[in-house]
């Protein structure tokens, strides 16, 4: 796998990977998190995949030379308060279904804790759905991030978690 900036030319890509992803929640019967409309219908969603290629943070992750995840890293979102310290923020991570259960996403989250290390950050955080039966936020802690707070945006729950970077994998 290789990991590698990325820019304008990855938003076809990126979101088709949101669009891929919100296709196998709705054959999961999981709409809660995305809704059940390709991501890629949505002029606000469109909008904000262009905002993070014109940005330093988008990180592509290949494999066969092809785009396998996404991952964008930058401020935290609107509804989670900053962190009282430095901190990486993962602020949208995505993988394509075509790629499922072969790290991706693991590999970018270990990229982020990376980058922060490089920085000197010892904080990355992320926030996520915490809905329907909580698969993500157990997928995130068996990534070695743990919950801190829960929070709401209109009826959708959230969890922040986080993961230190001088406790390794195990936070």
């Known amino acids: 796998m290789k990991i590698r900036k990325g820019g304008p030319d990855d938003v076809a890509a990126v979101l088709a990977m949101f669009d891929s992803a919100i296709e196998w929640l709705v054959s999961q019967g999981r709409t809660g998190q995305w809704g059940s409309e390709p991501f890629s219908a949505s002029a606000k969603r469109v909008e904000m995949v262009n ?3 014109g940005g330093e943070g988008m990180r592509i992750a ?3 030379g092809r785009p396998a995840g996404c991952m964008t890293l930058g401020e935290p979102v609107a509804y989670v308060a900053a962190a009282p310290e430095p901190e990486v923020y993962v602020q949208g991570l995505v993988i394509d279904q075509r790629f499922h259960g072969r ?8 990229q982020a804790v990376a980058e922060a290390a ?3 950050v010892d904080l990355v955080r992320v926030d996520c ?3 329907d039966d909580g698969r993500l936020v157990r997928y995130y802690e068996s990534c070695g991030f743990r919950r ?3 929070f709401k945006v209109g009826e959708w729950p959230g969890q922040v978690l986080e993961r230190r ?4 994998s195990n936070a």
């Open 51 to 53: 905002g993070w290629a």
């Open 62 to 64: 290949e494999l066969d």
């Open 103 to 110: 790290a991706v996403g693991r590999a970018l989250l270990d």
């Open 118 to 120: 490089e920085q000197g």
């Open 129 to 131: 759905y915490a809905g």
């Open 148 to 150: 801190t707070e829960e």
């Open 165 to 168: 970077v001088s406790a390794g």
